[in-house]
Nanobody, 127 residues
Framework: QVQLVESGGGLMQAGGSLRLSCAAS????????MAWFRQAPGKEREFVAS????????YYTDSVKGRFTISRDNAKNTVYLQMNSLKAEDTAVYYC????????????????????WGQGTQVTVSS
């Protein structure tokens, strides 16, 4: 089992920045690719970004490219999502997730009922 706990969400004005953190425990963190997803009110959960086990590879959904950066610190068992130039449409609950044996290029397709998910952290961007 892998336990994931997100933090860092909050209320921010459009154009501002936030950094989300996701602390992992339970298994060897450095063996897992990690991802961030988000779910806006009334919408399906969507992939945001993923990072490989050693951070050599990262992937982003088009809407956040150039604004968001995913990173990880394997010594701290933590993955981050730096969010800059926030927009109102970034408002959502943000979740970190991973899955056994899944690469960073596979995590975008992680089903809700599979893998490991955190409880989420709310990000609200006011326009």
């Amino acid at each position: 089992q892998v336990q994931l706990v997100e933090s860092g969400g909050g209320l921010m004005q459009a154009g501002g920045s936030l950094r989300l953190s996701c602390a992992a425990s339970g298994r060897t963190f450095s063996r897992y690719a990690m991802a961030w997803f988000r779910q806006a009110p009334g919408k399906e959960r969507e992939f945001v970004a993923s990072v490989s086990e050693t951070a050599d590879n990262t992937y982003y959904t088009d809407s956040v490219k150039g604004r968001f950066t995913i990173s990880r610190d394997n010594a701290k068992n933590t993955v981050y999502l730096q969010m800059n130039s926030l927009k109102a449409e970034d408002t959502a609950v943000y979740y970190c997730a991973t899955g056994d044996g899944l690469g960073s290029y596979e995590l975008p397709d992680l089903p809700l009922g599979a893998g490991y998910w955190g409880q989420g952290t709310q990000v609200t961007v006011s326009s």
